[in-house]
């Protein structure tokens, strides 16, 4: 198919809803026919919406969150499971996949939506086809295949904040049997935010992101796919809203008096503000190669392998603390490499359907962070004689992931079929980490003075339980069996009710941290949830409206969460726990509905209710100990909504007019445990609009179109960094215009 299309299952009128065959279960099947909850979109509708990223996919999928972190690396939580965790090496609850080709850490998915023929987001513990850490759900971004015949196309924005956007591809035959596609995209400039102190200007994008895609047929029932990327990512990191005064230390705050004394932002979403000696951009490389083969052995068994090697690299600087003063800062200088491998065969036998293979995967992972702490209540931590202005953190870890999986669907009758799925994992995670003197001696000194050991300059001062300062090693040693049983009832060929309880789990994790003590590098377990799920799916009125719902329940075990243990001389300090149990209970419903002819409209919304549950107590983003039952989630909204209008129709006999709609609603949450008012995240709805003229025959369209067209001031986040409180906010109204043009 062709970048766009939308595989259809038989004739539609104009009015009609075309069908989209998606292959969430790892094999082609109508979306209708999927007993599981499943969104997805072709690249036209992404396209339209203005879905250029992961992140953006909130717009169209119920129950999606995107959350930047100050340290850049996105969270991503489906109907409440997520991950709050900053480091490079935390494994997300939601994972993001190419192909079925795997980018097992958050921070690798900013390149996941080039040259797409769709998107499936698949919601609900996945751990049985797609593996460990999808409790949540997993994202398969399906690239655009090379084509049967010579194409080529490109798209070109120009918006405010001088954001300019293209991409473009080629695509066509090489011989009978060898097809290529080449895919390329850039965004350049749209610094959004600006410093409410000094005036300068900051948020651009630079980001270029190519792909050579071929694919070979070497003989009948013998397919390869050979896919090459690489990524170059220079954009700004983003930069925080200062909105309170919070010394960590306020014992000694009167030794950091321009911190104490600086301005709040005003509230605007533009205000931000950050240091004018550094460039605070990133200089971020990825490269991956993936090859995919499948052979029919026979007519009914086939053998699929999947390989894939990728390459990280990272150097940036990150000014999180609100201010154009030195409070906090960070030098990253990271690198992370991954190897997957998956086989699997599949087949059917009669009225039985049936896949088994297995998975092997390492990743390593290798951080050390540079901080700078000269206006900082911390540095005197060792007291006024021991002042200390900068240290390092370090973290490297190594993953081992070993799994065998099988699958299968029966037949019961013509209209029930029951499911059935395991997954045996067992992951092994060695981890070295410490925090540590930056080579002049400083902090090394001040350890000695106060605690007595013999730590080095440029050496590791993180303290053993017997208060040696070294480097802390550790392993961590795991292994589950995610499962899924399933049945669902077909009454009608257009009606689907299913009911599935499945479990999932996500591998334990090490942060990355400044740790005095090696306590604080003591890992959080694995995770579970295990999910009860009823529901139903429907095409009605002649093929114009589909209708689709879901309950559930999550019954969720060793939440991992950023909390707090305490650590002598510097009392509560950042560290990983678990939260024993807790709990998601909800609903979502989606419609997607052609009532006239070049009307549409795309309804969904979602209703999560997360709450922690028994005794849990630990310490809130301020330090104090608190009891956090009855809660909900950080970062997570009881309610999202997003509805989605077009009205298209003709203006001559060769081209066409359309007018649009998205809003997007998100209801309040809280960027912290506590519920804390300095870190409460409003409600906010956001509204874009777009409109345009396209030929009939698709070869052109232009389109205006405003995003945040109310520009209404709405934050994401909001974290206690150092000794500031500061928001993340959302970019103001921007606008702006797109041409794209299709050449066959």
Known sequence: AGKGSIPAAGAADDNQIAEIVVTAQKRSESLSKVPMSVTAASDEQLRAAGIASVGDLQKIVPGFRYTPSAYSTPIYSIRGVGFNESSLGAKPNVSVYVDEVPLPLSILTRSASLDLERVEVLKGPQGTLFGGNTTGGAINFIAAKPSDHVQAGMDISYGRFDRLEFSGFVSGPVTDTLGVRAAVSTVQGGAWQKSYTHGGSHGRDDTINGRILLHWQPADGVRFALNVNHFHDASDEPAAQLIAITPLAPSRAFRIPLIINYPLAPRNNRAADFNTNRDYKRDNDQTQVSLRGDIDIADNLSLTSISSYLKFDQTRDVDPDGTAIENIEYTTVASIENFNQELRFAGNTGPVQWMFGGNYEWIKVDQVDTGRVTYDTNAYALGPNNPFFDYYNSSFQRFETKAVFGNIDIDLTDTVTAHAAARYTKTTIDFSGCTGDSGNGVLAAGWNAVFGTNAQPGACVTLSPTFQAGLASRSL????????????????????????????????????????????????????????????????????????????????????????????????????????????????????????????????????????????????????????????????????????????????????????????????????????????????????????????????????????????????????????????????????????????
């Open 477 to 744: 040693d795991e292994d589950n069996v995610s499962w899924r049983f399933g049945l669902d009832y077909k009454p009608a060929s257009d009606i689907l009710l299913y009911a599935n309880v499945s479990r999932g789990y996500k591998a334990g994790s090490y942060p990355i941290l400044s740790a005095s003590s090696a306590s604080q590098f003591v890992p959080v377990t694995q995770e579970s949830v295990t999910a009860y799920e009823a529901g139903f799916k429907a095409t009605l009125a002649n093929r114009t409206l589909q209708v689709s719902g879901a309950a559930f329940y999550y019954d969720y075990k060793n939440k991992q969460v950023r909390g707090r243990v305490i650590v002598p001389v510097f009392g509560p300090l950042e560290a990983l726990v678990n939260v024993p149990k807790s709990s998601v209970k909800g609903a979502e419903l989606q419609m997607l509905w052609k009532p006239l002819r070049g009307v549409t409209l795309n309804l969904s919304g979602t209703y999560a209710d997360s709450k922690i549950l028994g005794g849990f107590k630990n310490y809130d983003p301020y330090g104090v100990l608190s009891d956090f039952s009855g809660e909900a989630f950080p970062l997570t909204s009881k309610f999202q909504g997003d509805a989605d209008a077009e009205y298209e129709f003709a203006v001559g006999t060769k081209m066409d007019a359309f007018l649009g709609a998205n809003l997007n609603y998100q209801s309040r949450t809280n960027g912290g445990l506590g519920e804390l008012p300095l870190l409460k995240i409003d409600a906010y709805a956001l509204l874009d609009l777009r409109a345009g003229i396209k030929s009939d025959d698709g070869t052109w369209r232009f389109s205006i179109w405003g995003r945040n067209v109310t520009n209404k001031y709405y934050w994401t986040t909001a974290d206690h960094i150092a000794d500031t409180t500061v928001r993340y906010t959302g970019k103001p109204a921007t606008y702006g215009a797109t041409l794209s043009v299709r050449f066959n």
